[in-house]
C-alpha cells in the first residue's frame, strides 16, 4: 500500500488506523459518517476524527492521479475547490485508489438550501454563485465538464452563497477555453442542474415556488452577463476614458480584480479598444487580507470593508483628523471585529464561520438600532445576538445528515 | 443522419504545439469509426474539433454537406455523450431518459414518443417506471444513452465513456454501444486508448500517433495488413513481436532466410513470390515481425527445423483456451514508437507467443518454437513502411 499525501499545516487523520484494505462500501469504522453528497458515481464515505471531517472517494488509480494533481493545480490558482489531502493507493489488487479530501468547513450541500427552513433567501444566490464559479473556473482555462449540484458545495458569503467545486473528475486545463468549451460546460451544468433540480421534486423535497426551467435558464442570462462583463471589449472615445474607469470599479464591484487591461487606439482616430486581459476573482478578500491579515469570502471581506470606513469615519469625527487605512483597519480589527468575536461563546462557534458570524452580528445590530431608534456598539449586539439568535441556529461547520 | 469529413485539417495551438497535421477522414453516414491511439496522438482534439470544442486551424469539417468550421457546436447537431451521465435516484427510468426534452420544451406526447422508442431499443421497456436503484449496472448505463438518443442527434461523439466503468461493465458496454449504434443508424465517432476496445466496435478505425494518421482501415485489415511498424506492433493484443534482422536469398532467388539474433529463420519460396519487393532487400536489413497467434509450441507442429527458433521461457501465462508463453532471443527489440509502451533495453527481446493449451512448456525450459514463417509481415528498416507488395 502507497501513500501520498499533501503537506498541510492543519493536522490529518492517521490514516494506518483506517480500514484501508477493504472495500470502502464496507468500511465500518467507528468515525465514519453518513453525509448527504447526493449523486455520485463511486463509492464516497466521511471519516469524522479530532482534526475535522474528511471525505473519502474510492476510484481507478488514473482517475485518482489526475483528480489530484487538477485539484492541488486549482487550489495553487486560488480558484475555490476543496482542499486534496491524499491519495491512497496500491491497496489490493481488487481495489480501487482512495482520493482524500478535506471536507469544507461550513459548507451547505444543496439539499440543505431546498429543505431547511431559515435558509430559503439564500436559494436566490444559488444560480449567482455556480455562474461565479464557472465564470472564475473559464478564466483559468479550467473545463469542469460536469458542474452538477452534487458537485457543488455552498458556503454562507454575507447573505449570499459562494460555490466551492468539489468534484473535478472530468475537469480539463487548458491555457484558454474556446467560446464552444465554454458553452458545453454551461450546457452540461445546465442539464445537471436541472435533473438535480427534477430530483428534489421528485422526492416531494422541491418548494413549489421554485421552477426548475426559470432556474436554469437564469442561470445562462447571468453567466453570459457576467461573461461579457468579464472580457467584452469596449470601443470609447478618447475624451471619455472615464468609462474605462467606470468598467474597472463595476468588475470590481462584482468582486473581480483586473491585474491587466489591453487598450488599443486606431491610429489617428478618437476611439479606444479596451479590454480586461487578466481578471481574478477576490477583490475585496485581498482588499481585507491586506489591511486585517483575516482571509474571509468576498461579500463578507466587502461588508467589513464597509464596516471598517465607517469605523474610520466615526473615529475621524471623533478625534478631530483622518487616521491612516492602515491604523484604522488595526483599530478595527482590535476593538470592534476580535471583542464581537469573542463574545460569542466557544460552544456556539460552530454554528457560522467567523466571518458569516460577524456580517449576522452587523445585522442584528441593524435590527436593533431600528427597534430601539438608538445606537448599539458591535460588542453589545453581538452578547444579544448569541443569547437571543444564535442558539436556534443550525452547526453548519460539519453539516451531517439528521442534524 | 449525416456523413462527416475532415479535409485537410491542421490543429495549432497558440503556443506553437502542431496537435493535428493534415487530417483526412471520411465518415459515411450510419458509420461507427473509432479513433485509437497512444496518449498526445490528437484523438481527442480530433473529436473535439467535430464537436466544435476546439478551433480548426485550417483545413475543412463538413457535417453533412454543411461546412461547419464556423459553426457553434449546439448548432451542429450532434450529442457528446460523456462517461458522467449521472441518473437521479428519486426520478423514473422514464424521467431519467426524458428529462433534457423538457428543458428543450419538446411538446409532451413527441417527448413521450422518443423516451419509449429510446426504451424499446434499449430494452428497458419493462422498466420505465422503476427507479436507478433497481437496475442493474448495465441497464443503469443504458438509461444514461437513452439519454442522448431521445435528443436524436444527426452524430454521437463518444470521448472514452466507459473509461470509468470497472473491467467487466466495461467489457458488457462496449458490446451493448456497439450493437446499439448498428440499431440506431447514427454515425458515431469513438475515442479510446484501447485498441481492443476500438477493433471490438468500430467499422472502420483510425490509428493516429502524434497528431498524424497512420491508418485507417476496417479491424480485420489493420490486424492484418499494418501499413507501419507502429500500427503492427499497436493493434493486437499481445503485440506482434517485431525484430530487426538481414534478409538473405538463396542463389535461386526463390528462397531465403531472416536472422533473430544468432538464430535464422528459413523463408519459404512462396513468400517471397507473393512479396516480390523483398528481393530488393536481399543483404539489407529489414524490419519484420510475427503474430503471438503465428508461432507454436514445436513438439505440436509439424514445420521443418530452420522454421523454429529456440529461447528460454521467462513466463507462461495459463489463459484455459490458449498459453501466453514469454521467451528470451538474442535479438535486439525493435521500439516502435508507442509512447505507452514499455521499451525493452539490450540486447534481448521478450518474444510472445500464443500456444496450444495442450503444450507442456514450463518456466526457465528451453524452448524450441515453430514459426509460421508464411504469415510474417515486413517493414522497411529507414521509412518502417510495410512491404506488402
Known amino acids: ?403 | 443522419m449525416a456523413t462527416i469529413t475532415l479535409e485537410k485539417i491542421n490543429k495549432v495551438y497558440p503556443n506553437g504545439f502542431h496537435a493535428i497535421h493534415d487530417l483526412d477522414l471520411d465518415i459515411a453516414d450510419t458509420e461507427f469509426l473509432v479513433l485509437v491511439g497512444p496518449s498526445g496522438c490528437g484523438k481527442s482534439t480530433a473529436l473535439r474539433m467535430v464537436a466544435g470544442l476546439e478551433e480548426i486551424t485550417n483545413g475543412e469539417m463538413r457535417i453533412g454537406d454543411r461546412i461547419v468550421n464556423e459553426v457553434e457546436p449546439k448548432d451542429r447537431d450532434i450529442a457528446m455523450v460523456f462517461q458522467n451521465y449521472a441518473l437521479y435516484p428519486h426520478m423514473s427510468v422514464y424521467d431519467n431518459i426524458g428529462f433534457a426534452l423538457k428543458l428543450a420544451k419538446t411538446p409532451k406526447d413527441e417527448t413521450d414518443r422518443r423516451i419509449r422508442e429510446a426504451a424499446r431499443i434499449l430494452e428497458l421497456d419493462e422498466q420505465l417506471d422503476r427507479k436507478p436503484a433497481q437496475l442493474s449496472g448495465g441497464q443503469r448505463q443504458r438509461v444514461a444513452m437513452g439519454r442522448a438518443i431521445v435528443r436524436q442527434p444527426a452524430a454521437f461523439l463518444m470521448d472514452e465513456p466507459l473509461s470509468n466503468l470497472d473491467a467487466k461493465l466495461r467489457v458488457q458496454m462496449r458490446a451493448e454501444i456497439a450493437s446499439l449504434q448498428r440499431e440506431l443508424g447514427v454515425t458515431t465517432v469513438y475515442v479510446t486508448h484501447d485498441q481492443v476496445e476500438a477493433m471490438t466496435m468500430g467499422d472502420r478505425v483510425a490509428v493516429l500517433k502524434d497528431g498524424f494518421l497512420q491508418q485507417v482501415d476496417t479491424p480485420q485489415n489493420l490486424y492484418d495488413r499494418p501499413q507501419n511498424v507502429f500500427v503492427a506492433a499497436f493493434i493486437g493484443s499481445p503485440s506482434m513481436n517485431l525484430f530487426e534482422g538481414t534478409l538473405t536469398l538463396d542463389s535461386s532467388g526463390q528462397g531465403g532466410s531472416l536472422t533473430l539474433g544468432s538464430q535464422a529463420i528459413s523463408i519459404p519460396s512462396e513468400v517471397l513470390a507473393a512479396r516480390p519487393a523483398l528481393a530488393a532487400y536481399d543483404g539489407q536489413p529489414l524490419i519484420y515481425g510475427i503474430r503471438p497467434e503465428d508461432m507454436e509450441d514445436a513438439s505440436l507442429d509439424s514445420r521443418p527445423d530452420d522454421q523454429c527458433i529456440h529461447g528460454e521461457v521467462s513466463l507462461v501465462e495459463a489463459l484455459g483456451a490458449e498459453i501466453l508463453v514469454h521467451f528470451g532471443v538474442d535479438a535486439a527489440p525493435v521500439d516502435s514508437g508507442d509512447p505507452d509502451a514499455v521499451v525493452e533495453l539490450g540486447d534481448t527481446a521478450v518474444v510472445v507467443g500464443r500456444f496450444n493449451p495442450r503444450s507442456r512448456i514450463r518456466l526457465r525450459d528451453s524452448a524450441k518454437v515453430a514459426v509460421h514463417a508464411e504469415r510474417l509481415s515486413f517493414f522497411d528498416s529507414s521509412t518502417r513502411l510495410a512491404i506488402w507488395d
Open chain 1, 1 to 403: 500500500m502507497r501513500l501520498q499525501l499533501v503537506t498541510t499545516h492543519d493536522p490529518q487523520p492517521d490514516y494506518l488506523d483506517l480500514p484501508l484494505l477493504q472495500p470502502l462500501a464496507e468500511w465500518t469504522h467507528s468515525g465514519l459518517v453518513e453525509f448527504p453528497i447526493g449523486v455520485h458515481r463511486h463509492v464516497v464515505r466521511f471519516v469524522e476524527s479530532e482534526h475535522g471531517l474528511f471525505a473519502l472517494k474510492e476510484l481507478p488509480g488514473r482517475l485518482a492521479d489526475r483528480e489530484f494533481a487538477l485539484l492541488r493545480h486549482l487550489a495553487e490558482e486560488n480558484l475555490p475547490v476543496v482542499e486534496v489531502l491524499g491519495v491512497i493507493s496500491e491497496r489490493d489488487s481488487d481495489l480501487d485508489d482512495i482520493l482524500i479530501t478535506r471536507h469544507l468547513e461550513f459548507s451547505l450541500p444543496f439539499r440543505f438550501l431546498f429543505t431547511r427552513s431559515g435558509i430559503s433567501s439564500l436559494r436566490e444566490s444559488l444560480v449567482d454563485s455556480i455562474a461565479v464559479l464557472l465564470a472564475q473556473l473559464h478564466l483559468a482555462g479550467f473545463f469542469w465538464g460536469d458542474c452538477s449540484l452534487s458537485n457543488t458545495l455552498f458556503r454562507r458569503d454575507a447573505g449570499a452563497l459562494a460555490a466551492w467545486v468539489v468534484d473535478t473528475e472530468t475537469g480539463e486545463l487548458h491555457d484558454q477555453l474556446t467560446p464552444g468549451q465554454r458553452e458545453l460546460d454551461l450546457d452540461i451544468a445546465q442539464m445537471n442542474i436541472f435533473g438535480g433540480l427534477l430530483d428534489l421534486e421528485a422526492s416531494g423535497r422541491l418548494p413549489p415556488d421554485i421552477d426548475p426551467v426559470e432556474v436554469v435558464e437564469s442561470l445562462t442570462r447571468r453567466y453570459g452577463q457576467l461573461w461579457e462583463e468579464l472580457t467584452a471589449e469596449q470601443s470609447v472615445e478618447v475624451a471619455q476614458r472615464h468609462l474605462i474607469d467606470a468598467r474597472l470599479a463595476r468588475l470590481n464591484e462584482l468582486g473581480f480584480d483586473t491585474a491587466e487591461v489591453s487598450i488599443t487606439t486606431g491610429g489617428s482616430g478618437p476611439q479606444i479598444q479596451f479590454r480586461p486581459a487578466v481578471v481574478e476573482v477576490g477583490h475585496h478578500v485581498r482588499e481585507l487580507e491586506r489591511l486585517t491579515g483575516l482571509r474571509m469570502l468576498e461579500n463578507q471581506a466587502r461588508r467589513m470593508l464597509n464596516d471598517i470606513r465607517s469605523y474610520g469615519a466615526w473615529l475621524a469625527k471623533r478625534d478631530g483628523h483622518d487616521q491612516p487605512e492602515a491604523v484604522v483597519a488595526y483599530r478595527w480589527l482590535n476593538e470592534i471585529f476580535e471583542p464581537a468575536i469573542e463574545t460569542i461563546p466557544q460552544e456556539l462557534r460552530d454554528r457560522r464561520s467567523p466571518g458569516e458570524l460577524f456580517h449576522e452580528i452587523l445585522l442584528h445590530r441593524d435590527a436593533l438600532q431600528s427597534k430601539l431608534q438608538a445606537d448599539v456598539s458591535v460588542q453589545a449586539a453581538s452578547a444579544d445576538y448569541a443569547l437571543e439568535s444564535l442558539p436556534s441556529s443550525m452547526r453548519e461547520r460539519s453539516l451531517i445528515e439528521g442534524d
